[in-house]
């Protein structure tokens, strides 16, 4: 466990710098955004912003602390001496930023040894800022965030997305029409951070999906776990690649016995 000094810091740090990173987004998101390149598939795009962004971000962090490593969605990786690692969304929901929807958030964590103890989820256009300490709550905008009391998956309503290939996003959609006749609705939002630091507000009672990166959940998955979300994967594994869930404790466990029930979960 990190002692809370150094987290702290390590929080303090990245809000300045999640701060700093929004404004860029905000002006360059004022004059015309288009997609410069693809990745995966030719929707899962990447904006000039994307790359300035995390450009800024990781120069920042460098420049504040040298000897960290850093993993960063548009390409960042250096492994780094210090123990700590910086997990970087530079633009979570990028196609949300693309299409001017305001769902879309800068998301910064920092982990100690493995461990994320520290993490930011800045949305500058919806004009929320959620932090998370590990061991020391989870805020928005400064006021703590607590799950919702939802105690069934009938009334729950829950979150998912969907990656960029054909191949998975099919797998996904067959998952989904088991999940939807068994919870009160489905929403797809479009940025994981946000969706599952919606989780810790309250705001939605589970998310999950399937193929997430590290820095698609780094930092709200500590959000909506100091809100006091379960967050895991399947079988009791941690909540990764091969499935991502955070929901309210009581709807948790059905929640993946209902994912678990279909093979095409775990394939695609
Ligand atoms: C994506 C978003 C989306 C999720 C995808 C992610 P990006 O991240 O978080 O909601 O469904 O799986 O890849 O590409 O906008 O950074």
Redesign the pocket.
């Known amino acids: 466990m990190a002692d809370r000094p150094v987290a702290e810091e390590l929080l303090a740090l990245a809000l300045d710098v999640a701060a700093e990173a929004g404004d860029l987004l905000v002006r360059g998101r004022a004059g015309d955004v288009a997609a410069e390149s693809t990745k995966s598939s030719p929707t899962?795009v990447v904006t000039a912003l994307d790359r300035a962004s995390e450009e800024l971000v990781a120069r920042r962090l460098r420049e504040a602390r040298p000897d960290d490593g850093i993993l960063g969605?548009e390409g960042a990786d250096a492994a780094g001496t210090s123990g700590v690692r910086w997990i970087v969304?530079p633009?979570?929901?990028?196609?949300n930023f693309l299409y001017n929807l305001p769902n879309w958030a800068v998301s910064i964590a920092a982990e100690i040894d493995g461990e994320v103890v520290a993490g930011v989820v800045h949305a500058p256009a919806l004009g929320r800022t959620y932090t998370a300490l590990r061991a020391g709550g989870a805020a928005l905008d400064g006021r703590p965030l607590r799950v919702s009391a939802v105690d069934s998956l009938t009334m729950a309503l829950v979150a998912t997305?969907?990656?960029?290939t054909v191949e998975r996003r099919t797998a996904q959609v067959a998952v989904l029409t088991r999940v939807v006749p068994r919870v009160r609705d489905i929403r797809r939002?479009?940025?994981?951070?946000l969706?599952l630091c919606a989780v810790a507000a309250g705001t939605l009672d589970a998310y999950y999906?399937r193929?997430?990166?590290p820095w698609?959940h780094a930092a709200g998955g500590l959000v909506a776990t100091e809100a006091g979300a379960v967050v895991g994967g399947l079988d009791g594994a941690p909540g990764g690649e091969d499935l991502y869930v955070a929901a309210s404790p009581a709807i948790f466990g059905p929640l993946v016995d209902l994912l678990a029930q279909d093979p095409r979960a775990d394939r695609d």
């Open positions: 899962d969605e969304d633009i979570d929901g990028t196609v997305g969907f990656g960029y939002m479009g940025a994981a951070s969706d999906e193929g997430l990166k698609d």
